[in-house]
Nanobody, 122 residues
Framework: VQLQASGGGLVQPGGSLRLSCAAS????????MGWFRQVPGKEREFIAS????????YYADSVKDRFTISRDNAKNTVYLQMNNLKPEDTAVYYC????????????????WGQGTLVTVSS
């Protein structure tokens, strides 16, 4: 499975961004998907995950009510809509794919994209 994340950039506090992650190499609907983020010197942090059919989603408390994960199985793409961004959201964001239906554990993801940088600053 190959994952290609995009959509990162510089945004002011309170602004919005939408990240995309395009998958190839496997039937996308057979994969649980998730988003994680990492800042230098810290461990990769779980942000959001979505089940194969979009029936279930999980969010980290730090982003709940601000971020929304979604997927389009016809386009082999998972999205992360980020609203009301804060400086502490600055990080490299990674998408991951898992053979499990859904999980929040990074160690249970089998495939990772290359990451896209999100910078929240005025």
């Amino acid at each position: 499975v190959q994952l290609q994340a995009s959509g990162g950039g510089l945004v002011q506090p309170g602004g919005s961004l939408r990240l995309s992650c395009a998958a190839s190499g496997r039937t996308f609907g057979s994969l649980g998907m998730g988003w994680f983020r990492q800042v230098p010197g810290k461990e990769r942090e779980f942000i959001a995950s979505i089940s194969r059919s979009s029936r279930s989603t999980y969010y980290a408390d730090s982003v709940k009510d601000r971020f929304t994960i979604s997927r389009d199985n016809a386009k082999n793409t998972v999205y992360l809509q980020m609203n009301n961004l804060k400086p502490e959201d600055t990080a490299v964001y990674y998408c991951g794919a898992t053979d499990r239906i859904i999980t929040i554990e990074g160690r249970e993801y089998d495939y990772w994209g290359q990451g896209t940088l999100v910078t929240v600053s005025s």
